[in-house]
């Protein structure tokens, strides 16, 4: 069984268009949804609870203040707290991470499964599709050259949930480098050699959100006023 951790926060609609709509299309069927609302005061909770499938669970957890309020410092930490609650709360073989504005091609999961338990590896991650300013690219991961590894957006990963201890680090913007949760994790997979695979296939999208012309850290900067005002722990 796959479990999927999705964190949310005030983003109800972008949930159930892109994230909860690409999973429940998955060709792969065997796998719980664990979706968790790191305190939104939005109808996340009434519009999720509406959804008759059993697959999907869902956890409301309180929004804390574990960081300073830049908005980098949101993007690099937003989501820690949400995912270390889902990985509590996990119950299958896999884990895969999706953010609520992704959306997964329907063969995802079972290209990424096949993949890993082919080669034996315990995490595997892929290419994907990204549009910035309008234009379409194939986004193929950041490559390690001493280590000769590529590894792709946490939106591409699936492993094993034996690795569930390594829980993802709400000081990480701290940091002088790999600063953003995702990164920080990743780092610390490969520092402890976890047996990494690459599959150069897209198996997602990742696109700007309502308002936004790009995507990541530069999406925040550009409607910085926007974001800190969304993300406002008061």
């Known amino acids: ?20 709509k690409s999973v429940l299309k998955q060709t792969y069927k065997n796998f719980e949804f664990l979706i968790i ?8 909770k009434y519009e999720v609870k509406k959804i008759k499938d059993k697959r999907i669970k869902f956890y409301e957890i309180s929004r804390k203040k574990n960081y300073p309020e830049t908005v980098e410092n949101h993007w690099f930490c937003g989501p ?8 509590k709360k996990i119950k299958g073989d896999w884990i895969c991470r999706i953010d609520d504005d992704d959306i997964w091609t329907s063969n995802h999961i079972k290209l990424l499964l096949k993949f890993s338990r082919k080669n034996k590896f315990e995490f595997v991650s892929s290419s994907l599709n990204e549009i910035r300013f309008n234009k379409r690219k194939i986004n193929k991961g950041y490559e390690f050259k001493d280590k000769k590894l590529i ?22 913007w701290r940091k002088n480098y790999n600063k953003v949760n995702d990164t920080d994790l990743q780092d610390r997979f490969i520092k402890a050699k976890i047996k990494m695979g690459y599959l150069d296939y897209p198996t997602a999208l990742i696109k700007p959100r309502p308002g936004d012309q790009t995507i990541g850290l530069r999406a925040y900067k ?13």
């Open 151 to 172: 590894v792709g957006g946490v939106q591409t990963w699936l492993y094993a949930s034996y690795l569930k201890f390594f829980k993802s680090n709400i000081h990480c």
């Open 1 to 20: 069984m796959i479990s999927i951790i999705c964190p949310t926060y005030n983003r109800c609609d972008l949930l159930l268009k892109r994230a909860v």
């Open 80 to 87: 820690v707290n949400a995912i270390n609650y889902g990985l």
């Open 222 to 234: 550009m409607r910085k006023d926007f974001y800190l005002k969304k993300y406002n722990f008061s």
């Open 37 to 44: 609302s790191d305190g939104s005061s939005d109808n996340t």
